[in-house]
């Protein structure tokens, strides 16, 4: 009988393990927000949690990073549920969900509820990413300029 990974294996809530981290790393988020100098350090905590990304997941976040700061240079870097996100008066509009987080095949790029991507009766809020080539980045560059308003 083969086991299970543990970033799979559910506790008794139901909850994966890594979905148990990523709420608790949420947690951690929330307290240190409350603190003086706040953007700062949630700006440093995005770039520690891209340096501590391995491969493919780093090169990707670094790129996605870098686009998002030439985009939309008016959102603020920071982290949530462990991801690098970027938000505007504190609401996630733009995030970065490496696959190695929860075991998956592939990145995301997500946008949240405050992005303005909105395009009629349904819109796509995430996007599958495995590598950013011209094409890739010319659509990021473009969804991330529209989702940041």
Known sequence: MATKKTTQSTSDSGFSEAELAAMKERAAE??????????????ERCLETIAGMNQPDRGLAERIHAIVLSEAPHLDSKTWYGFPAYARDGKVVVFFKPAEKFDSRYATLGFEEASQLDDGPMWATSYAVLEIGAAEEKLIRKLVKKAAG
């Open 30 to 43: 929330l307290r240190a927000s409350k603190g003086g100098n706040k953007k700062a350090a949630e700006a």
